[in-house]
């Protein structure tokens, strides 16, 4: 009898502190499109942006688009959005960066690896 008074004493604690867990965390992820405009194909533009949105502990896709720029969304806690942003506007050494163009989108909630798209 007293595991069955340890779950029903203790199981909706936990469940509780579950949910509200995953609704900091959902009320604390931000999801950004990001167009990058400029020199930004055949310099690792793509290779770098993974590498940083992984160091950053980010979740998404980077890819080229057919007009010449790159296209990524990302999905993180806001601090490591901004940061992400700061290192895309200076790029890797061979690029050169004229535009941001940066939307807001829903979070999915998604966790998992950045990843380049093909």
């Known amino acids: 009898m007293p595991s069955i008074l340890l779950i029903s004493g203790l199981a909706p604690s936990i469940l509780f502190i579950i949910l509200?867990?995953?609704d900091y965390i959902m009320n604390n992820k931000k999801r950004y499109r990001i167009t990058v405009s400029g020199r930004v194909q055949g310099v690792g533009f793509r290779f770098?942006?993974?590498?940083a949105a992984q160091t950053l502990g980010l979740s998404g896709w980077?890819?080229?688009?057919?007009?010449?720029?790159?296209?990524?969304e990302a999905e993180g806690e806001q601090s490591?959005?901004?940061?992400l942003i700061e290192e895309l506007r200076q790029g890797p050494p061979l690029s050169r960066v004229?535009?941001?163009d940066v939307q807001e989108l829903a979070a999915t909630g998604g966790?998992?690896?950045?990843?380049?798209?093909?």
């Open 48 to 51: 770098f942006t993974r590498d």
């Open 62 to 72: 980077v890819m080229n688009l057919s007009g010449g720029g790159v296209e990524l």
């Open 80 to 83: 490591a959005i901004d940061r």
């Open 98 to 100: 004229t535009d941001l």
């Open 20 to 22: 509200k867990l995953n």
């Open 111 to 118: 966790s998992g690896e950045f990843f380049i798209r093909r």
